[in-house]
């Protein structure tokens, strides 16, 4: 502001604010909005990530539950039970008198 005598005054703080209340509240209001809208995607992801770890989580459950059962077959087709009806299945037969074989000299086994 200049005054008739050319002398500049400078304006103070609160009659700059007084001046200007129009556009702080419109710079508030865009302030606010912009918080806002950062809060919702904020939650928005938020929300979305425990989606889908519970979804993860769901999935190691199957997975979990899945490698039990085959844990259990692969006991089953081990067991002494299954692999004598197995043999029995192949048409095995149980040896009676089994006859070995001997050579003249030692046979070693080489270590490679």
């Known amino acids: 502001m200049s005054s008739p005598t050319g002398i500049v005054r400078k304006q103070t703080v609160v ?6 209340t129009s556009l702080l509240n ?10 806002c809208v950062s809060y919702i995607l904020q939650v928005t992801g938020t929300v979305a990530k425990g989606y889908e770890l519970r979804d993860l989580e769901v999935q190691i459950h199957d997975l979990t539950l899945e490698n039990q059962q085959m844990e259990v077959a692969v006991r089953q087709s081990q067991s002494l039970d299954h692999v004598a009806d197995s043999v029995s299945m192949l048409g095995l ?10 050579s003249g000299e030692p046979s070693y086994a080489l270590a490679q």
């Open 26 to 35: 419109i710079a508030t209001l865009a302030l606010v909005g912009v918080l």
């Open 15 to 20: 009659q700059w604010i007084d001046n200007h």
């Open 93 to 102: 037969v149980r040896s009676e008198q089994p006859t070995y074989v001997e």
